[in-house]
């Protein structure tokens, strides 16, 4: 019974902590019809609604279009910085503020507020409804309202946010990040009809949102060699619909702008200078006659700050496009209308109406801020001057923005209440548990300790992954150097050797942290993508099969001279698992070719033995995409790796009921390599070796243990886990930002949108290191013990050392998080820095659940 009372423990912790989140991430308290009625200011007597400039809108959104990708010299969108340079357009560096990532920055850009960092959890849910927008004003209300005809094609998350409001719709799933063409195509495909004289008498309001660039920014980075074919095409579809719908009607403006940016590995969601610097540029027939940067020529000089033009806030646009197109600005917007476009009103008169709209609808929300109306004169002064206007829209902007969230106390302190509780208790069992080693335990609590207090600080909690490193090579140093004392020093020195050179390659392979993860720095992974196409293929060829091959002889190896076992099961044991190690090296090794090389040029500078492979592939396939190839070669290993898994689950139950001998200490093993391969298979290829360095030091650190008892090693083995766990997850590439959270594998053999496999296809991508060391623990463990009857005998045991360590260790180091961001939750860093961390403790959590404790009960359930 102990280890059912131990989950229901965690359960109960598992949701006190929910509670919590619950009410640190609160919906947003909005303006109310009611509020507009009660708080709203009398127009002055001179004021005029201006009228509009426009009658038509084309908005197109290149998801994740750095404002480098438009306007700097590294920029391949030369149409694009024509138009700019003939005074049709204006370009902004526009920014997007965080969380950047899609659904929370299309809320931005349509009410002109600022959105809820929860949206950044529900922008992966992608059947989610509950972020929907319809009862929430924005200009796509306005519009709806005002009976205009809007069309959307692109990513269907527009679909999410408002229902109901599109007259023509196609809507594309935005997850599937391996496609690069197939998601723009769809879009593109419809601009033929909508474009015509015909189709343009069907729409008041186009909108196009193409995915492609931000899939190759996921795959391959800023620097793919997909991205600047991705950027000539996009350039192309700007320069056509401004040929076909603006160039000769002064009536139609066109809007291109990126949703957020992208950082240095291709990834969003976080506050990175590169993700929040989005392109924005406005284009018009009108605007030739506009003052703004005419000095300032595109391409622009490339600049770290990713500054091009002027810099705004994207919510800005919110009350220009309502202004210019006629509408009612949004009640809850936080943007001031953009400066440079008061010059398109003629007279000084209809300027100041202009800002007065800008200004009276700010204004309901500082008078319902402070609870009280007063005249917008005695809060201006000269309501004529147009300086006046802007000093006051600028500081209410500032004011709205700092008050934009509200906290629900009561689920706050109550989640807090509960955590502490669950807390108490388990330092019950865990002083219980280690009653006959005092010792341990306190080491184990003041290592807690310590290393939760890190999340007082900012930094700390951005560059976690020093801290891993430190307490890792601190405690291996101890390890080894206690077993050096032993006797056999030699081979002692020889498996100390090994294990630290195999930490310093995983250490070495991605330099992370949020700071300074940046290409400049010296990475392994970094140095194989940036070699040339005469070495790179090579060598990753070669060091994707060495990953396989340690693997393939640690499961073989249990099955050589053990005559307990058949050739029938010696060779299916061999047929599946080179079976699995086919399929996921021939996906990695595409994956490679395909995101460091454009495989559509056909004379794309490859080896020759590597352009035979891809026509191997095609002919085997009957199909040149590769995306197609991808999905193929995924499902059939999924197919392969679940028969096999289950197979090898159930084998011991199969065999001892069929009365048949076999070396049981294989089965732990066994479920480790078909797991791993797995693992493997859901990681980017440029991480692929990495396994093979994990595999290394899993097998050399038991010949450091000095043997002592059984608790004592289940201790040890527990502390070297939770070490690999996380700091293998950093050495992934993994931060503290939601920006390094992988979707590249999330639809790995998919062909649908399905919530909860691609959840789970997402969890195994990005936690595959810490679910190689949980079962790993198990392998240590067993291992140590002597015989196949003392692993009989004290396996559960195994399972509830670790399960009572873990559960100490997640409830010391999130009681102080979550008090850490209570006391914090006014700090300027709360939602770029705390409030991730936040998830990903929720995510760590979950994994303790779901691997360390459902996982290896289920294998040692099985094991007999």
Known sequence: MRIPLLLVLVALQFGSYLLFLKGFFPTKVLLSPVDLVNFKSTPPAHYEDPKPQFKKLVFMVVDALRADFMFSNDSSMELTHQLLNDGYGVGFTAYSSPPTVTLPRLKGITTGSTPNFIDAVLNIAEEDTSSTLGDQDSWIQQMSNNGWKINMFGDDTWLKLFPNHFAKVDGTASFYVSDFTIVDNNVTRHLDHELSNEGRQDWDCLILHYLGLDHIGHKGGPSSANMPTKQKEMDHIISRIFKETVLD??????????????????????????????????????????????????????????????????????PTLATLLGLQVPINNLGAFIDPFLDLYET?????????????????????????????????GDLKSVDNLQNYIAMAKEQLSKTSSNYNYDDINFGLAGYLATTIIALVVFLFHYRDNKLSALIDLTFFIVYAVNFFGSSMIEEEHHLWWFFTTVFLSFVALRKLRAPNRKSTLKAVSVLFIALRILKAWNNSGQKNNIKANMKISSFLSSLPSTVGPVLMACLIVSTYIPFGVLMISGYLGNDSVTTNTRFISFMSLTMLAFCSMSVKFLSYLSETFDLSQKDVDIPGWCRGYLDWLITYSA???????????????????????????????????????????????????????????????????????????????????????????????????????????????????????????????????????????????????????????LKLSLDSLPNDKERLAKKWDIVYNRMVFNLMFYSISGLILIC????????LFIWTVFSPKLLYFLSWIGCSILVDCLLCCLVTAFYC
């Open 820 to 827: 850490s961001c209570y006391n914090l939750r006014f700090h």
């Open 249 to 318: 009607d002064d009536e139609t403006l066109l809007v291109v702008l990126g949703d957020h940016g992208m950082n240095e590995v291709g990834n969003h969601g976080g506050s990175s200078i590169g993700e929040v610097s989005a392109a924005l540029s406005l284009f018009s027939s009108k605007f030739t006659k506009l003052n703004h940067n005419k000095d300032i020529k595109a391409p622009i000089e490339m600049n770290p700050d990713y500054e091009y033009f002027t810099k705004i806030d994207q919510i800005d646009l919110v």
């Open 348 to 380: 000084e008169a209809d300027k100041i109406n202009v800002l007065t709209k800008n200004a009276l609808q700010l204004k309901v929300l500082l008078d319902k801020m402070r609870g009280v109306v007063s005249t917008l004169e005695s809060d201006i």
């Open 623 to 777: 199909t040149d995409d590769f995306n197609s190839i991808s999905l193929i070669l995924f499902d059939l290993f999924h197919k392969v790796w679940i028969v096999v898994f289950i197979a090898y689950l159930f084998k011991p139950l199969l065999f001892k009921a069929l009365n048949i001998q076999s070396r049981d200490g294989n089965h732990y093993n066994d479920i480790l390599v078909i797991i791993s391969m797995l693992l493997i298979n859901q990681t980017n290829f440029s991480n692929v070796p990495i396994f093979a360095s994990l595999l290394v030091i899993l097998e050399s650190f038991p010949k450091l243990v000095v043997s002592k008892s059984t608790t004592y090693n289940s201790n040890l083995f527990s502390l070297f886990t939770i070490l690999l766990q996380n700091l293998s997850f950093f050495q992934f590439g993994s931060t503290n930002s939601l920006s390094s959270v992988d979707l590249t594998n999330s639809f790995n053999g998919l062909a649908n949108y399905n919530m909860i496999l691609v959840g789970i296809l997402t969890f195994v991508s990005n936690w595959g290191s810490p679910i190689f060391w949980s079962l790993g623990y």
